[in-house]
């Protein structure tokens, strides 16, 4: 079992930055994908960003330019330093951990850009 914890999300204005950090715990793999998914109200849940062990990263082509992720593999953290942030970046952020088919989901937290 792993367990998730996210924060560092709130409410900004368009244009303005937040930086979002999940910290993983319980039983890790070395060998592991982390990343962060969003769902805003009325849509799907979808990919924002992904990092693997050996730092590979994806990235959503509506986040291209805007957002990194960054990953800490002696805390088995990772953070999603989102900047330039738009009004359509509304969503609950998801923190995921993925070893082979196994995934485990944080709680979320809400990110709201509104002036």
């Known amino acids: 079992q792993v367990q998730l914890v996210e924060s560092g999300g709130g409410l900004v204005q368009p244009g303005g930055s937040l930086r979002l950090s999940c910290a993983a715990s319980g039983k890790i793999f070395s060998i592991n994908t982390m990343g962060w998914y969003r769902q805003a109200p009325g849509k799907q849940r979808e990919l924002v960003a992904t990092i693997d062990s050996g730092a590979s990263t994806n990235y959503a082509d509506s986040v291209k330019g805007r957002f990194i992720i960054s990953r800490n593999n002696a805390k088995n953290t990772v953070d999603l330093q989102m900047n330039s942030l738009k009004p359509e970046d509304t969503a609950v952020y998801y923190c995921?951990?993925?070893?082979?088919?196994?995934?485990?989901w944080g709680q979320g937290t809400q990110v709201t850009v509104s002036s």
């Open positions: 995921n951990y993925r070893f082979g088919v196994v995934t485990f």
